[in-house]
């Protein structure tokens, strides 16, 4: 199964207590009204707060109204999604992981974003202090021509060609270096795909801290290797 993961940066100062203080038990309700007019509630809360080895870790649970059809008529239905989260200061800065859940690509950028914005607003008062985080084009650039052989997908974006948006080298095109050349002069690598050897596993990652593996692994050892070896890519 392919986990996807995004990075945000925390700016607000908290420490690590402070922050397991302000999560544990969090919990907002909303009303809302059902077909049959009963009342409903959905339910945004925090749950299995735990602080270890200098990590904040977590789960954001958050219902939500989901839409399908019955016998031709609409019906919107309770769901429950969970994001598993983790929080850390690496050299200084302070850094969330929120785990998307394997939901459709939409809701998983809804919901980490979702997750990042009301963490922001329980530990600091307000959004903003948790951001997206930003890793340059030429370090994008660097990790693919570090071991080129190690790469297995590039996209570009911001493309200068009038009427094209993106373009992708892959497969027998990565070998292609006047292609590659080529391409960087007319766009920037938003995405790159690669083989973590070290690790064994395929990671693909964006400018913007989506971090998408598509080895077997488990949970665990994908959180690791962000943290072991993404986090410095970060600006």
């Not at 908290?14 to 544990?24: A, F, G």
């Not at 650039?141 to 297995?152: D, F, G, K, R, W």
């Not at 913007?208 to 070896?229: M, Q």
């Amino acid at each position: 199964m392919v986990l996807v993961a995004k990075i945000f940066e925390i700016r607000g100062e908290s420490d690590v207590q402070t922050m397991v203080e302000n999560l544990n038990g969090l919990r907002r309700e909303e009303s809302y009204q059902t077909g049959q007019g009963d009342i409903g509630v959905l339910v945004t809360e925090v749950l299995d707060i735990e602080e270890a080895e200098g990590f904040v870790t977590g789960v954001f649970s958050k219902d939500f109204l989901r839409e399908h059809f019955y016998k031709r008529e609409p019906i919107e239905t309770p769901t429950t999604e969970e994001a598993p989260f983790w929080i850390t200061r690496v050299s200084g800065r302070g850094f969330l992981i929120v785990l998307a859940p394997s939901v459709a690509r939409g809701v998983k950028k809804l919901l980490t974003s979702h997750v990042a914005n009301n963490l922001s607003e329980e530990l600091f008062g307000n959004t903003g202090e948790i951001v997206e985080v930003r890793i340059s084009h030429e370090t994008l650039v660097e990790l693919h021509e570090s071991n080129p052989q190690a790469t297995n997908l590039i996209w570009f974006d911001d493309v200068d060609i009038p009427g094209v948006e993106k373009l992708c080298l892959s497969g027998s095109g990565l070998a292609d270096t006047e292609l590659y050349r080529n391409y960087l002069e007319h766009g920037k690598i938003w995405y790159v795909v690669f083989e973590a050897q070290n690790r064994g596993v395929v990671v693909g990652i964006t400018r913007n801290g989506v971090v998408t593996l598509f080895s077997k692994s488990t949970t665990g050892d994908f959180i690791n290797y962000i943290l072991e070896g993404l986090l410095d890519l970060i600006e």
